[in-house]
């Protein structure tokens, strides 16, 4: 398996690079297209003060700013992808991030979207990994800025028997057709470590059906957490982690649950999510 096409927001910021050097080195192992996102929207004033000319004149300034960076981003862009040729396409406007990249994913196969820690979390200008992989229906790949290049030779699949697990495995295909070694691993309590042996030995056996070097591990722990997930990716040498997204609905907005908040804090790997 394969991905045919790589999605990433693409921003004119420094500690952006690191993301869109990943979309482009994945969409080069995979001789993929790489489709770039350049989307900001001027947030709306939060007063009203009567001087309208002035507010008018805020507005303006604002949307030319905004023409400035979206460019600076088409450039960021072109130069990256220098040598894709056709298989290289850049869209841009005036659009809220998210909802532009969720857009544009029917094109594509993998998001690649900005990871922790985020100085600002600006909805206007910067796209945001949780709502993309609820609404997209893509796998989102989060990359840290501060990380090295994404090698995926060991990776880590977070284990939970549901749906989106299922799904993550499945989205992840790809990575796991190259990779050295693949470590099927579910946190629990020592009360539920017979069941969840059982359900890693499946999955490994899954894998390895498709000729993935594939194992399964269980870690105990009375209070499970994605630290543990973290942990066990930093002592196997591991710097990708891939796992379900689960969210819940809460007064009709999703968010997510603890165990997927807590893997977007971390910086220490790249986490592959899937809803």
Known sequence: MSYAAVLTHVEPDAETATRLQCAVDIARRFDAAIIGVGAEMVPPLAFDGGFYSVEADWVVAMRNTIDERLAAARRAFESATAGFGERARFESGFELPTRAMASASRAADLIVAGGAPRRRADPYRCSDPAELAIISGRPVLVAPPSAPALKARRIVLAWKDAREARRAMSDALPFFERAERVIVAAVCESAGAKDAKAEVDDVAGALRRRGI?????????????????????????????????YGHSRLGEWVFGGFTFDLLQHDEAYVLFSH
């Open 213 to 245: 070097a594939a194992e399964a591990q269980v870690v105990e722990d009375a209070h499970p957490s994605a630290h543990e997930v973290m942990r066990l990716a930093a002592q196997t040498a591991a710097d990708l982690v891939v796992c379900g997204a």
